[in-house]
């Protein structure tokens, strides 16, 4: 099973980048999912996540009104939206497959996680 984020890239504050997680070996169709990240000796921090229906989501407030979380359980992808890009977004993106259905900020409550995708964003 893998999980496999990308799209990210160098962007200059105020742009726009959409990554995505493609999951292979398995679907992820009745599970939520979410987005998680890592900046430069920074701890993990909880970005967005989407419940299996995709009619639950949850954004951590730094990127709420800028992020959309959203899935195509067809494709087995997950995309995040990101606008408005800041300096301090500015990290290595996980995407990740809860153990349940629900949209959770948890991170003890996922069990797969992909290699990350990073992001840079120039002030």
């Known amino acids: 099973v893998q999980l496999q984020a990308s799209g990210g890239g160098l962007v200059q504050a105020g742009g726009s980048l959409s990554l995505d997680c493609a999951s292979s070996?398995?679907?992820?169709?009745?599970?939520?999912e979410g987005w998680f990240r890592q900046a430069p000796e920074k701890e993990r921090e909880f970005v967005a996540a989407i419940g299996w229906k995709g009619g639950q989501t949850l954004y951590s407030d730094s990127v709420k009104g800028r992020f959309t979380i959203s899935r195509d359980v067809g494709k087995n992808k997950v995309y995040l939206q990101m606008n408005s890009l800041k300096a301090e977004d500015t990290a290595v993106y996980y995407c990740?497959?809860?153990?349940?259905?629900?949209?959770?900020?948890?991170?003890?409550?996922?069990?797969?996680w992909g290699q990350g995708t990073l992001v840079t964003v120039s002030s």
């Open positions: 070996g398995r679907t992820f169709s009745n599970n939520g």
């Open positions: 990740a497959a809860a153990r349940g259905p629900v949209a959770t900020a948890a991170s003890g409550m996922y069990r797969y």
